[in-house]
């Protein structure tokens, strides 16, 4: 299995700025692409941004200018940098990374999809 871990997560200020973190581990054979979702209360998932292997990137309208994902792939991490945060962004937010793990041998290789356990984002007014 593969698992993430995402870390950095807080309370902060209208105006302020936090940097998210997330790592994969297990039975990796190769990380595609991986992404930040959010939750607020009360509403349903959303995505924030997402990266590819390659280092393409997408963000949704509503952080475009104020977050920057980025990946490092020999450490099968991938970071959000929050700036300019405002009380909407509160919400809890999950890393997602696709890609393939290795099966019960080596010359298996399996398609997965896995999320973080999610890490509270705070911001007050």
């Given at each position: 299995?593969?698992?993430?871990?995402?870390?950095?997560?807080g309370l902060v200020q209208a105006g302020g700025s936090l940097r998210l973190s997330c790592v994969a581990s297990?039975?990796?054979f190769r990380l595609n692409d991986m992404a930040w979702y959010r939750q607020?209360?009360?509403k349903q998932r959303e995505l924030v941004a997402s990266i590819t292997d390659g280092g393409i990137?997408?963000?949704?309208?509503s952080v475009k200018g104020r977050f920057t994902i980025s990946r490092n792939n020999a450490r099968n991490a991938v970071y959000l940098q929050m700036g300019s945060l405002k009380?909407?962004?509160t919400a809890v937010f999950y890393c997602n990374a696709k890609g393939l793990r290795y099966g019960s041998s080596l010359s298996i290789r399996t398609?997965?999809?896995?999320?973080?356990?999610g890490t509270q984002v705070t911001v007050s007014s």
């Open positions: 299995q593969v698992q993430l871990v995402e870390s950095g997560g297990g039975r990796i607020p209360p009360g990137t997408n963000y949704a309208d009380p909407e962004d398609p997965f999809d896995s999320w973080g356990q």
